[in-house]
């Protein structure tokens, strides 16, 4: 039994036609369903690869059209489109990943604060109010120079009164002559 090339073509030509039938249906039938229509659901209902549909333009374009179009009995007035659907989620997305850049630039800022309170806490941070410390250190600096400058004149004072009383003592143990 020998097949010649052109009943393989012929062959090839009844499936692409048996396929695209099918195809067509399935179409059809989401449709009347109101089912949602995608080139994937229509591949499947047609139990044909996405690839067939893609590489047949009518085809694609019959999908495409009928995935446009409102489902039968629905009304348009109240109903939301696919697109403004896809808009939507498309918008809360980029709210989404806004608002999650967001809590993280708060949770950084939240741990840097924590952070430098807990290290203030400990004792190892400088104390908030280091101008005022700093004044205070001078401050008490210059009152120990002035202390140390009184003590020295009352040192002097006192080996002073020493001196004096030693020659007073020194006359009162002198013999007085007569």
């Known amino acids: 039994m020998t097949t010649s090339p052109h009943h393989l073509a012929q062959a090839r030509a009844a499936d692409s036609e ?3 039938a099918r195809v067509l249906k399935a179409l059809d039938q989401l449709a009347a369903n109101g089912e949602e229509i ?4 229509v591949a499947r209902a047609a139990r044909v690869h996405r690839s067939f549909v ?3 333009s009518d085809l694609h374009a019959a999908v495409l059209a009928r995935a446009s179009e409102p489902p039968p009995g629905a009304t348009t007035g109240t109903q ?3 697109r403004s659907l896809l808009a939507d989620v498309a918008n809360l997305t980029a709210r989404n990943g806004r608002l999650t850049a967001h809590i993280t630039r708060l949770e950084q ?3 840097e604060a924590l952070g430098q ?3 203030e806490a400990s004792g190892l941070g400088a104390p908030a109010d280091v101008d005022t410390l700093t ?5 008490l600096e210059q009152q120990i120079l002035d202390l140390r400058v009184e003590l020295a004149e009352r040192d002097d004072d006192l080996a002073a009164a020493r001196a004096a009383n030693r020659e007073l003592m020194a006359q009162i143990n002198t013999p007085h002559v007569g």
Do not use: F, N
């Not at 995608?38 to 659901?41: G, L, N, P």
């Not at 004044?135 to 401050?139: D, F």
């Open 80 to 82: 939301a489109s696919r």
């Open 18 to 20: 048996r396929r695209r």
């Open 54 to 56: 893609h590489r047949h």
């Open 117 to 119: 309170a807990a290290w």
């Open 38 to 41: 995608t080139v994937s659901a």
């Open 109 to 111: 800022r939240l741990s």
């Open 135 to 139: 004044r205070r250190v001078g401050e």
